[in-house]
């Protein structure tokens, strides 16, 4: 009876405990915080809209002139594959196509000074042509002239046999096996309306211009 009688007692809370401010039914305060506003950041570098225009051809009769004005160079770089000619004779297929043109600008006396002279005077000088056709001239232009360094080269040191005839046929195959890659190049890139930039060449004919 005695442990029932303390069990009882232990169970009873005290007085303190029922005055704890832990137990009582205070209702809570609420505390309204501002709610933040978040406002949109201007940025300072922001890249502008770029509109594409519409991509405008090159007429065909730009690329034709620019077409026709490398043939300049290419006749005249001809005589630099004598000797690719003679020790391969099939090359001559190849050209074989354009010997008409070919006979028809050597039948005209001084071809080479009248169509230099024609296409710098009558073509690049020409504002009426558009930058296209004039830089495809004036490129031209450049290497026929460069075409004419290694001629004068030849005549100023003439190399005899031996050695010096080896470079010089070493220095004429390059030479013809360039100016038919920069021919070539030059044709392609104008029949599809696009502007070739030949190596060395397309730097001074810019500055011509």
Known sequence: MAATTLLRFSLQPSPQTLKSPFLSHTPVPHYNFPTPRISPIKLSNSKPIIVMSSYQP?????????????FLPFFNGLQYGRYLFMKYPSL????EPIFPLLKAYRSVPYASFVAFFALYLGVVRNPSFSKYVRFNSMQAVVLDVLLALPLLFQRIFSPGKGLGLQLLVMGYNGIFVFI??????????CVLGRTPYLPFVADAADRQL
């Open 92 to 95: 001559g297929l190849l050209i």
């Open 180 to 189: 038919v890659f920069c021919f070539l190049y030059s044709l392609g890139f």
């Open 58 to 70: 090159v007429p065909a009769t730009e690329r034709l002139i620019s077409a026709c004005a490398y």
